[in-house]
């Protein structure tokens, strides 16, 4: 091996946009927001087929997410209305609270 060409090792994880605050992270940093069938659901395991979208499951993202004034969210190429936002919150803070009795 000559001197000069080795490459460094590149982080190979997925870097996703944040719906909530629309900056960029690692994919594990964030929770996956998954449509499917007329139905948007919190994908806390990330295996729900159809469309997804992220979210960091801090509070100000997700303030952000619900008080959006987007009428459709690109990612998911749906709309989603507030009171299924405030059910997408609700859900994440939820699991985030039984995270923490946990731990």
Not at 33 to 38: H, L, M, V
Not at 66 to 89: C, G, H, Q, T
């Given at each position: 091996m000559r001197k000069g060409n080795h490459k460094p090792a590149r982080n190979r994880e997925p870097v996703r946009t944040c719906i909530g605050c629309m900056n960029q992270d690692v994919n594990s940093a964030m929770v996956r927001?998954?449509?499917?069938?007329?139905t948007v659901v919190a994908d806390f395991t990330r295996r729900v087929a159809g469309r997804?979208?992220?979210?960091?499951?801090?509070?100000?993202?997700?303030?952000?997410?619900?008080?959006?004034?987007?009428?459709?969210?690109?990612?998911?190429?749906?709309?989603?209305?507030?009171?299924?936002?405030?059910?997408?919150?609700?859900?994440?803070?939820?699991?985030?609270?039984?995270?923490?009795?946990?731990?």
């Open positions: 927001i998954a449509a499917r069938d007329g997804g979208a992220y979210l960091h499951p801090q509070g100000e993202c997700i303030e952000r997410f619900v008080n959006a004034k987007l009428r459709e969210f690109r990612s998911l190429r749906r709309k989603i209305d507030r009171p299924e936002r405030l059910k997408i919150a609700d859900a994440i803070r939820s699991h985030l609270a039984r995270e923490a009795i946990l731990e």
